[in-house]
Structures are given as C-alpha cells and as structure tokens.
C-alpha cells in the first residue's frame, strides 16, 4: 500500500536527520570542503611565491575591507588600511635603523599590544621572521630562547626590560638588545612607509619557516617549533571556515600573543576572515568581560584554565541599576582548548554562549582535531569526525598503546610494531608523516635536529612508515568523539603552559640547601592540569629563613607558571629499581597529608613556603581555594 506524501516527508526528514546525527555526514562535508579550500588557495599562493600574510593584510588594506577594523585594543580602533599603513612604517624603521635583511630572524620579547602585531607584520613586511619570546622567561631560559634563535637583534617591550639582566646580555655575544620605548615607537611611527617590492617576500614553500613559537619538550629548556606558512596560511583559513568566521565577527583574545593558539588561531583566523581582532593585554576576570562587552565581541579565545575562573569569578552587576551583566554579551562562540567537560556546559549557560569551538593541536604538530559544539553531544570532546571524515582522513592518525615502564608506545615482541587501542581505550596519538619526506608535514625544532629526530617514530603500524609523536594520551569513542586523557613523561600542564621537570630540578637545585630534587605535577581538586611539587632533600634543618630562601630563588629563576607551588620534605628520595628517581608513586600520593606518610608539605603563600596540613587540604578539597 503507497505511503501518503503528507506522511511519507516527514517520515524521509525525521530518518534523513537521524542518518545525519548518526553519521555527523555534514559536520564532514563542511570539514572536507573547508580544508580543500584552504589547501587549494595555499597551493596557489605557493605556486605563485606569495605565501607571506603580509599579502592578506594588502589585499583586505587595499580592497572593500580598507576602512573596517581590524585591530581593537584598550578603547582604539585601527583599521585594516591603517595597520597596513603602520606596518609599513615599522618595517622600514627595521630596515633602516637595524639593518633587518630579508630571511632574518628578529626575536620579540613583548606583552600582548598594538606594537607586538605592527613588529610582527613589519618585519613580515620586508621579508624578516619574528621569533616570539615568552615574556615571562628570565635568567637562562630567556638567553637560551634568544640565543638559539640565532638573532642578531631582540626588541623588548618596555613592561618587561626588567627581565633582561646585565647576565642576560652577558650570556648573547653579538646580539643587540633594544628596548621598545615610547621614543622608538615614536620614532618608527614617524618613518615613511615604503612597499619592499615582493621578491624580498618570495616564499615558494608551505612548508617554510613563517615564525619561531617556543614549546617546552619532555626535558630540558624551551625548544623554538617552526611555524611554517602551511601553519600559518592554511589552517586559520580552515578554522576560520569551520567556524563560520564572517568579517562582521570580532574576536577577543587576551591569550598571550606568543603562543600559536592567539597568533596563529587568534590573528590568523581573524586575518583570513577579514575579521577583527580585539586584544587583552593579559587575562584578568576583572576586565575580561568588560572588554568583550566594549569590543562587542562575537567570539572569545580561551585556553586551559580560562573559562573556570571566569565561572568562579562573582557575578558582573552594573554599579548604577544592579544588572546582572553576565549574559549581556554578544558572544556567539567560545573557541579554544582545554574547557573541562565539567566546565562546559556550566560556562555556556551562566554567561550565555551557544556554541564552543573546541580545538587539539600543539605548535610543532602536523595535524589536529577540531570540535564544534552546540549541544550535549560534543560536550569535553577536544575534536570529533563522522563516517566519511573517518574514510577518507582517519588513515592520518592513529592511537596506539602505550607501555608505561618506558614511557613510549608498545611494541610487539614478535613483529616489532605498535598496536592501535580499541574505542575508548586511551592510548598516545600518533600523526602520520611522510617516511622520505618529513619536512612536508613536520618541520621540526629551529636548528635542533635531535629534538626533531625525537618525535619521529618508525615501523609503527608497517616496516617503512613514519609518525609524529604527540606525547599525549588521547581516545576516541565509537561515535567519533575524541577525548584528552593524559601527558606523557615527565612534563605536565599547568596555566596553559608545558612545564619541564628536569628544568624546574635542576633550578631547585643549584640552591645551597638543597642536596636533592624531584619535580613532578600532581593532581588538584577544582584544577585542570597538574600543579608543580618538589621533592626534597635538604642539607639543613627546614627553617623558616631556608622556607624564604628557597621561595625567592625559585621565584627569581623560574617562569611564574613554572614555580612549583608544593615542596614535600623528605629524608630519602625514592628511586625506581635502575636507581631512578620515582615519579609515579609520589605523583599518585599528591599533596594530601595523610597519603606521604611521615613526609612534610608545604606550600606556597605570601612568597614564601608554609606548612600545608589537614586543613589546608580539606580547604583545597572544597573548592575554596584557586591557585
């Protein structure tokens, strides 16, 4: 018997949204689309040498976008026509007075600001490549991120000159440091802007350097990742897609500028959008909403922690009528990564947000995913695909078991290759390379071939093939969801920001009343990422002279993110059976008092370290504290 049309339609509609919801088939038509555009363009722009963002900025300062804002901070405006028109100017002061050469490296040491995006442009401009500096280094990790630039010239931002020490200059023979004053700024600004004809700009490889981002590996000091023009053409172009970034879109970002995550997919997306991009000098739950509301602001950036403490934060009442002003926002999407699945939803409902743009990547990676979320069904997923994307993509990646005794992916006994987990098992992720031609797709650490060559595997899933290692554990469910689980190795997360172990000891060490240090992340309650704890081993009694001393050496040395917030006494350090420190146990006691035995905790308060007790953990365990 024929199906009435009157009930055959809805019946075709309601199976053809299911096949849909199963399937996620137009999430991975937009995602294929997207990226097939984005590639195509940078193929194009590659043939023709043309790969500099410089030739965006051009295009949108000279075309219909000329008088639309492109870059809103602290109250200003400036237009694309005028950024392009100050870039230029930079760009020939760098030219003029430090004799700035095409294909040379200029290293920025600068906090978010209209000088960090007109520095960067301009040296862009005449065919230079910034380096960015994380302007909370000092000591020797600072002088080991200039130095191994290999710069001539560093210009610093004035907030943070105190940074660069007389032992720092000491340490970079033949390097110049220049403070970025008013007066330089003044003086740049009054430079005539000149076009460099393009040839100086020619860039006739995707997989060319564009910039330096520093990332803190699994030992050692900060490495320089190479951001190639694949990086930074490419994927903002698909982001931008994927997002549905429209030129009336403005972006707020008080991320910091020297992350990949606020310049690459902060700046870049907004640039390949046509798009405004409204910047923070730094994060403050005070003034972030304030500025979101005065930018008018239709996407915000947040990275790890972020979004808990705006949720922690007290409401935004209006001084004058008493309105609660947490949903008076024009925020249309929240896009970063880290947001917390128990964070997720609480976050869009308090302050009004219907979508979250959850994103996995790391600096020197050759792949991420990509998460677009406006209902329950993505929720704490860092990237998801359907049917089609798993075909045609899924090839590109895969998760494979991890052997915890050595900290890298199981092999099997027989056969020598690694084995993929099942859905929903945790395993590390693993990118596929090409085996005789990595530089396609991984372009690896600024001058450090050993550090690249380190997160190359081989003979993974067949003899011959070659992958990238991302150091992370991640799942994937059988609907396609993706799911952060864990780091591996020693290094842990906290503020946003890769800590290394071995740097963190080896600081803690060079102190006089320490014979003895073990670094780890422990978990906290209410916290994403892991907090820093010391173990030590003490050559004197733990006087409070030694408590202050300890404090400041550690504070003076080390980043503020890198600080270690716990110490845990002990009179001998625990080691693995090859005479090994021990990590894990002490990582899975924590700094709960009643797990580390006859062990002391402190922590750190008031700049300096105090004992922390039983009521200082219940404290912790309550909520009451943020750290």
């Not at 095409?102 to 230079?128: C, H, Q, T, Y």
């Not at 000092?138 to 020490?165: E, G, W, Y």
Request: charged share 25%.
């Amino acid at each position: 018997m024929p199906v009435p049309l009157a009930l055959a339609a809805p019946v075709a509609v309601a199976g053809l949204a299911y096949v849909n919801a199963k399937t996620q088939l137009s999430q991975d038509l937009r995602s294929l689309r997207s990226g097939l555009a984005a590639h195509s363009r940078g193929l194009s722009r590659e043939k023709k040498g043309m790969l500099n963002e410089f030739y965006k900025l051009e295009d949108h300062a000279q075309g219909k976008l000329a008088n639309k804002p492109f870059l809103m901070f602290e109250g200003r405006t400036w237009t694309y026509k005028e950024v392009y028109e100050t870039v230029l100017r930079y760009g020939q002061w760098l030219k003029n007075v430090h004799n700035v050469k095409p294909k040379e490296i200029v290293a920025l040491d600068f906090m978010n600001g209209p000088n960090f995006l007109f520095i960067w442009f301009g040296l862009w401009s005449i065919g230079a490549k910034p380096a960015f500096i994380n302007y909370n280094l000092s000591d020797k990790a600072l002088a080991h991120c200039i130095r191994v630039s290999k710069t001539k010239l560093v210009l610093v931002d004035a907030d943070v000159q105190q940074n660069v020490t007389e032992d720092v200059k000491a340490a970079l023979p033949g390097v110049t440091c220049v403070v970025f004053s008013s007066d330089l700024e003044a003086d740049a600004l009054s430079t005539a802007g000149v076009r460099e004809p393009n040839e100086c700009r020619r860039e006739d490889k995707l997989r060319g350097l564009a910039i330096l981002i520093y990332t803190s590996g699994t030992t050692g000091l900060p490495k320089p990742a190479v951001v190639s023009w694949m990086k930074m053409d490419v994927a903002p172009e698909h982001i931008s897609r994927l997002m549905g970034f429209q030129p009336k879109d403005i972006l707020y970002t008080c991320m910091p500028l020297y992350h990949s995550s606020a310049a690459v997919l902060g700046v870049g997306t907004a640039l390949a959008a046509g798009g405004t991009i409204a910047i923070g000098k730094k994060f403050s739950t005070k003034t972030f909403w304030q500025e979101v509301r005065a930018s008018n602001s239709t996407i915000i950036q947040y990275v790890g922690e972020t979004c808990r403490y705006l949720l922690s934060a007290p409401p935004n009442i209006d001084p004058v009528t008493g309105e609660n002003l947490d949903k008076k926002n024009d925020v249309r999407l929240a896009f970063g990564n880290g947001l917390r699945p128990e964070v997720w939803n609480r976050f869009k409902e308090r302050f009004g947000i219907e979508g979250i743009a959850e994103f996995y990547a790391a600096t020197e990676a050759p792949g991420g995913f990509f998460n677009l979320s406006n209902n329950d069904f993505g929720k704490g997923a860092i990237g998801r695909q359907g049917l089609l994307a798993s075909l045609l993509m899924g090839r590109d990646t895969v998760i494979v078991e991890v052997d915890w005794e050595t900290e890298q992916p199981w092999r099997d006994p027989k056969t020598g290759l690694c084995k993929a987990v099942t859905p929903g098992s945790p395993g590390e992720a693993l990118f596929r390379l090409e085996p005789n031609d990595i530089p396609s797709k991984f372009q690896g650490y600024f001058g450090n071939k050993s550090s690249t060559e380190s997160k190359i595997m081989r003979d993974v899933l067949k003899k011959g093939d070659a992958w990238f290692r991302t150091g992370d554990m991640l799942s994937l469910d059988s609907d396609g969801r993706m799911f952060f689980s864990d780091r591996i190795g020693d290094t842990f997360r906290w503020k946003s920001e890769n800590v290394s172990t071995n740097e963190v000891s080896e600081c803690i060490g060079e102190h006089p009343g320490v014979d003895e240090a073990n670094v780890f992340g422990v978990e906290l309650p209410h916290h994403d990422g892991r907090a820093g704890c010391a173990a030590l081993v003490l050559s004197e009694p733990a006087s409070q002279q030694l408590l202050l001393s300890l404090a400041q050496h550690v504070q003076q040395k080390l980043p503020r993110f890198a600080i270690p917030l716990f110490l845990r006494l002990t009179k001998e350090m625990q080691r693995t059976g090859t005479n090994k420190q021990q990590k894990h146990v002490m990582r899975a006691e924590g700094v709960d008092p009643k797990k580390v035995g006859s062990d002391d905790i402190y922590w750190l308060r008031n700049g300096t370290y105090v004992k922390f007790t039983d009521k200082e953990w219940a404290e912790v365990n309550g909520g009451s504290v943020k750290l």
